[in-house]
């Protein structure tokens, strides 16, 4: 997949303000801070078209990108974040499971995890009920080029024993500085949106 086209369209409250046309759409989910807007950029060569902080918690609603006039990219409020106050933590809470759960158009779900470390507790949640409602995911490892080779291929084993993930579930080592695997999650993509 070629992307020539990719611009920011808005940013929402809730899954019922979102467009209402008939594009695909990939969401993004990940604890905050963990790279999605740096991987977004990636996936679409523009280097801002995403905003990325080294502040957690940047991205308090839902982000969607158009691609190509054809499908979007959505980011969602990352999660695990502890300095925002409980409420807060609950509200986006509320604002991710419904739109996960009620966005007709949702195809799949790209979950960001930092390949440096085991997955938080909040990461396992997430999975299982991504897996729960049988949801399509890909499995993102972010951070790739913080480590050797060889301390990515023992976390990378490690990290899909933690999310049990099956021999056909897919993760992708990524990185957003050197954009290792940008091209197979961009096949990925366009698998699941023809």
């Known amino acids: 997949m070629k992307i020539k086209n990719a611009f920011y369209v808005?940013?929402?409250?809730?899954?019922?303000?979102?467009?209402?046309?008939?594009?695909?759409?990939?969401?993004?989910?990940?604890?905050?801070?963990?790279?999605?807007?740096?991987?977004?950029?990636?996936?679409?060569?523009?280097?801002?078209?995403?905003?990325?902080?080294?502040?957690?918690?940047?991205?308090r609603l839902i982000n969607f990108y158009n691609i190509n006039d054809q499908f979007y990219l959505v980011d969602l409020p990352g999660y695990g974040y502890a300095k925002v106050p409980q409420k807060e933590k609950e509200r986006w809470g509320k604002m991710i499971e419904d739109y996960l759960l009620n966005r007709e158009h949702l195809k799949a779900v790209i979950m960001v995890v930092d390949i440096r470390h085991m997955p938080s507790e909040?990461?396992?949640?997430?999975?299982?009920?991504?897996?729960?409602y049988k949801m399509k995911t890909i499995i993102v490892l972010n951070k790739a080029d913080k480590l050797s080779r060889s301390n990515r291929l023992t976390n990378c084993n490690k990290i899909r024993k933690a999310l049990n993930l099956k021999p056909n579930d897919r993760s992708i080592v990524f990185s957003g500085k050197t954009h290792e695997g940008r091209e197979e999650i961009l096949k990925m993509i366009d698998e699941i949106i023809k």
């Open 122 to 132: 909040d990461d396992l949640l997430m999975y299982r009920w991504l897996e729960y």
């Open 10 to 59: 808005n940013s929402f409250i809730g899954q019922e303000h979102c467009p209402k046309d008939n594009f695909p759409e990939i969401a993004f989910v990940g604890r905050s801070n963990v790279g999605k807007s740096t991987l977004i950029n990636s996936l679409t060569n523009r280097k801002s078209l995403a905003k990325t902080s080294s502040q957690p918690g940047k991205t």
